[in-house]
């Protein structure tokens, strides 16, 4: 048995589509130990949900896992067939969307709606299941449980919903939990409330947590490690501390740069990434980030860099660092 309960190696998917091959993921490796809690930070079309729903084996067509494997508590998620996928999603690992609303039946109340997958992944009864959706609702924090099991999602707040999504993901105490974006439609006092009952109950239940996101606030909350993805690519992996202390990915200094900050003076301004994101049907030959990177060398359009390690927990893919690793050696030989 596996040290990791998420083992992700060498993963490469490509969409196939009229217009021709998207390259969605290039080379992804991720491996994370029970308890973990991973963010996977970048902006739209970097591949963040990809990784996720292949973790589920949710890739959509006309998507299509290329090469790497995919390993989950034991399971080979990529060599297993839709029904033993089934016996999984919802059992051992779940899903928050990022929009409750379309992610609920509005047809359905809430409580059919929780009990339909404490019914389908446990063998509690009818009853046994309405006392669990019950007490799940006052788990996550909701006022009333027995009201809101016989209303519909369009009765409730966003909060609320989003809430019941969390209630609905926590049926069967998975051992992962995704979260796609999960506070993006909240305002932020919403926000801090669902941060910090998914710390609670990460706490209580002892799972693993895989955080995407482009809000680099939400990650300092909530990660002990972070995945920084760009074009399909892990181009920086680090703990918290050290992505947010000592970022070397040019990626990355520009994500952190372009946030507001409390120490920032009265008409100080925000620092935009320049350019615009790479078309992932015609990715560029060399590093993806190069065309937007301000410290662009020839080499940078022609080749993928290497990851270079920058510590034990850390460990980023730029040329820069190569050189800079080159420099350090050529130095130290002079000595």
Not at 67 to 89: A, C, T, V, W
Not at 137 to 151: A, D, F, M, T, Y
Not at 290 to 302: D, E, G, H, S, W
Not at 315 to 321: D, E, F, G, R, V
Request: glycine share 6%; aromatic share 6%.
């Amino acid at each position: 048995m596996s040290e990791y309960l998420v083992d992700i190696q060498n993963l490469r998917l490509s969409f196939f589509t009229p217009a021709g091959e998207v390259k969605a993921l290039n080379d992804v490796s991720i491996q994370m130990k029970q308890g973990d809690v991973l963010g996977i930070v970048g902006e739209s079309g970097s591949g963040k949900s990809v990784t996720a729903y292949s973790l589920m084996g949710l890739v959509p067509e006309p998507g299509r896992i290329l090469s790497g494997s995919i390993i989950f508590n034991g399971h080979r998620i990529h060599e297993m067939s839709e029904k033993e996928l089934r016996q999984i999603r919802g059992n051992e690992i779940s899903i928050i969307f990022q929009d409750p609303m379309t992610s609920l039946n509005p047809v359905f109340t809430i409580g059919n709606q929780i009990e339909e997958v404490i019914l389908l992944h446990t063998d509690k009864n009818r009853k046994e299941a309405r006392e669990r959706a019950e007490e799940l609702l006052s788990l996550v924090g909701i006022n009333e449980p027995k009201k809101r099991l016989r209303q519909y999602p369009h009765e409730l707040s966003g909060g609320m919903r989003q809430r019941v999504m969390i209630a609905i993901a926590l049926a069967c105490e998975p051992k992962l939990l995704i979260a796609d974006e999960p506070t993006t439609a909240l305002d932020v006092t919403i926000q801090a409330q669902i941060l910090e009952l998914m710390n609670e109950l990460k706490e209580k239940i002892g799972m693993s947590i895989i955080m995407i996101t482009h809000d680099l606030g939400v990650v300092a909350s909530m990660c002990e490690k972070i995945a920084v993805m760009y074009a399909g690519k892990i181009v920086e992996y680090g703990t918290a501390e050290e992505i947010f202390y000592n970022p070397q990915h040019e990626y990355t200094k520009g994500l952190l740069l372009s946030i507001p900050k409390l120490t920032a003076t009265e008409h100080e301004k925000l620092i935009p990434i320049e350019g615009t994101p790479v078309d992932m049907l015609m990715p560029p030959q060399g590093c993806p980030f190069a065309p937007r990177c301000q410290n662009t060398m020839k080499i940078c359009l022609k080749e993928m860099p290497p990851y270079t390690d920058i510590n034990e927990d850390h460990y980023s893919a730029c040329w820069l660092l190569q050189k800079q690793a080159y420099m350090t050696m050529k130095d130290g030989v002079a000595r």
